[in-house]
């Protein structure tokens, strides 16, 4: 198994994004939207991401390395319980079940199956035909590496709720079986992180209201707002969501920022607007009205406007995750179902390459 590091992750994703990229870039519009039932690379490369994940060092990055200390002291008896949020109970359960029968390797493998399999299996659930376009899109976005090793519990509960997100938006209309496991994986999600509750309630907003260009409008008014928010509303969150950290992290001026450093994240912004403009372009010019996809965009528009109002704030990146571990699927869905462009192979390649090259940047 290859070494867990930054600069093998690099290496990893540059290779691979680039194959992929020409590889898309060589398709016509009508064989990338036909798609292939044969997704062999895309299952191979979601088992290879599982174990290479899930078997890294447990020194590794942050809180991978709290998080396993912890573990092995209550393993040891040196401390009676891991004393998590007890809102947060189903993060603490599979902890505590792997407390019995493996070490800290194995319950970081089990970690890396929700969170690399919740992803997967969403990704399965909305493209099935382009499950290898999927898996692409998502191992070479930004959060996935960050959710890898650093703030795990929340990816692992974003990949429960993105699961939960693709059932809901495939079965309430059609299986109410397949509506009400969607609705059990989000609550689980949720029950990982409590952050989550956001994407809980924007699911529910989207199932209730439909109309996107509401959706467009509340994230371009907080756009506007977001330079002047922060302080207004991590405190508001923070009283709704009764959760400490929120406060903490408005209050953390220590914090290493990422991207501009300091004060209001343009950038971040200008990272997030990406899918909304393509969004904006096959909603409003191509007319795309699927059921699936709006539901989808009008999530991630809710979730993103909420972050915007706190972007501000140490820390923010962890709150624009939430949002962040639906990116691929906004980018990967339209390119990949709808007839956008006359080349949109190509175009599709030089938007996967963009995600490299991102990464390679930042």
């Known amino acids: 198994m290859m070494e867990f590091s930054t600069g093998n992750w690099v290496v990893l994703i540059t290779i ?50 709290l998080y396993s200390r912890i573990y092995q002291l209550v393993q040891t008896g040196a401390w009676s319980s891991l004393a998590q949020n007890p809102s947060e109970w189903f993060f603490t359960m599979v902890e505590t079940i792997c407390l019995q029968f493996t070490d800290a390797h194995g319950w970081f493998f089990v970690v890396a199956l929700f969170y690399i399999g919740g992803m997967c299996f969403a990704a399965w659930k909305w493209l099935p035909k382009h499950f290898t376009m999927a898996v692409m ?91 002047f928010s922060s302080d207004v509303a991590i405190s508001i969150a923070s009283h709704m969501i ?42 409003f010019k191509c007319k795309i009205r699927e059921r699936q996809y709006i539901m989808l965009l009008n999530v991630y528009l809710y979730t993103n406007a909420a972050w915007m109002l706190v972007n501000a704030i140490p820390y923010s990146n962890r709150f624009a995750y939430i949002s962040w571990s639906m990116y691929p699927m906004m980018l990967c869905m339209p390119l990949s179902k709808f007839k956008l462009f006359k080349r949109q192979g190509i175009v599709a390649g030089f938007v996967l390459l963009g995600c490299v090259i991102f990464n390679l940047i930042f």
């Open 137 to 227: 899109f998502m191992f070479t976005a930004f959060s996935f590496w960050s959710y890898s090793n650093n703030g795990i519990r929340q990816g692992m509960g974003a990949s429960l709720v993105l699961a939960g997100l693709a059932c809901l938006s495939t079965g309430y209309h059609k299986n109410r079986h397949v509506f009400v496991s969607g609705a059990v994986l989000a609550v689980l999600g949720c029950s990982c992180h409590n952050s989550l509750w956001l994407v809980a309630i924007a699911v529910v907003a989207a199932l209730c209201y439909h109309n996107y260009k509401v959706a467009f409008y509340l994230w371009t008014i907080c756009l506007i707002l977001s330079p």
């Open 242 to 283: 009764g959760d400490e950290r929120m406060s903490a992290y408005g209050n953390d001026d220590s914090v290493m920022h990422l991207f501009s450093r300091v004060g209001w994240r343009w950038d971040f912004i200008l990272y997030s607007a990406v899918p909304v403009i393509l969004a904006y372009y096959a909603v």
């Open 16 to 65: 691979l994004g680039i194959m992929y990229s020409l590889c898309l870039m060589t398709k016509s519009t009508q064989v990338l939207i036909r798609g292939d039932k044969n997704q062999i690379y895309g299952f191979c490369l979601m088992i290879f991401l599982i174990f290479y994940v899930g078997t890294r060092p447990l020194w590794c990055y942050t809180d991978s390395a």
